[in-house]
Structure formats: structure tokens, C-alpha cells
């Protein structure tokens, strides 16, 4: 019994999955890292102004998400996230900023600080030749705001051509 036992705990201790939040990034101080989501607790104090934070989680597969997922392949090697990129564009009226690029951890998680405003998000569309990437999730617009924590969860597939 207490074999099967360690034996459960380390198999659901290899499907635990965390995200970091990079030292340059400061939460709002009512708000803290809990199972992988950015958990915020009200509260009666006034928090000093800073910027909003966006994070999200990437999941690739070869499936288009509207297809029958019965037979897809999800993609969870590191290097099927470190070559792939979130790219984030400051909009300001009809200007739109240069993009600046965020990286996936080796889980896919991504979270950065941002500026109150207007943000264009969109992938690198990395490419292995024959598989670009696809998302109906972006190009998007999100807004982020002051003291906010916003979530965006990006779904990437990889385009086959059915020739």
C-alpha cells in the first residue's frame, strides 16, 4: 500500500506544471502566484500606482482547434516552447508600436509588465518548414490595466498543407 502510495505522489508530482514570475515583474501587493494563476485578494488599502501584468498559458498541437481532437498530438518538449514568441505591440490611436517579444518558459507560461493602454498580441509563427504555426486566438487587442492582472491563454496549431 504504501508503495502504490509514493508511487501516486510522483506521478502527480511529474504532471504539476508552475510558472515563475521573473524578478523584474512586480504584482500588485494584493496579489500572489497560487496554482498557476495570478490569485488578487481585495483589499481596503490603496495599492501605489504601477502597471498591469498580462500572463497565459501556450498549448500546441497539430490539430486545428475546430477539428475532431480525438487524435491530437499535444506538443510539451521545452524546445517547442523557447523558439516560440508573444508578441506584444503598444497602439496608440491609428500608431502602432514596434513589437516587443515575450518568451515561453519550457512549460509554455508567459507573463510580463505592461503599461496601461492599448496592446496588439500575436505569436512569431515559427516554422519548421512544413508545419507553420496557426492561432485563431490572435491577432488580438487586449487592454491592460493599471493594477490589473489580465489572462490570455494562446491555443497554437501547426498548419499542415493538405496538398
Do not use: H, W
Not at 89 to 110: A, H, K, T, V
Amino acid at each position: 500500500m504504501l508503495i502504490i502510495f509514493l508511487v501516486s505522489i510522483v506521478l502527480v508530482s511529474g504532471c504539476i506544471k508552475t510558472i515563475e514570475v521573473p524578478q523584474n515583474i512586480k504584482l500588485p501587493e494584493n496579489c500572489k502566484l497560487a496554482n498557476n494563476e495570478v490569485i488578487c485578494t481585495s483589499t481596503q488599502q490603496e495599492i501605489p500606482l504601477q502597471n498591469g501584468v498580462l500572463y497565459g498559458k501556450v498549448t500546441i498541437s497539430d490539430c486545428d482547434p475546430r477539428a475532431m481532437k480525438a487524435f491530437c498530438q499535444y506538443f510539451n518538449q521545452p524546445e517547442d516552447y523557447t523558439l516560440r514568441k508573444i508578441k506584444v505591440s503598444y497602439s496608440y490611436g491609428d500608431i502602432l508600436y514596434p513589437p516587443e517579444e515575450i518568451g515561453l518558459d519550457e512549460n509554455g507560461y508567459y507573463i510580463t509588465s505592461l503599461k496601461p493602454g492599448t496592446y496588439l498580441i500575436d505569436i512569431n509563427y515559427y516554422s519548421n518548414k512544413s508545419t507553420p504555426d496557426r492561432s485563431l486566438d490572435v491577432a488580438t487587442t487586449i487592454i491592460i490595466e493599471e493594477d490589473k492582472i489580465t489572462k490570455f491563454n494562446i491555443y497554437i496549431y501547426l498548419y499542415r498543407n493538405q496538398l
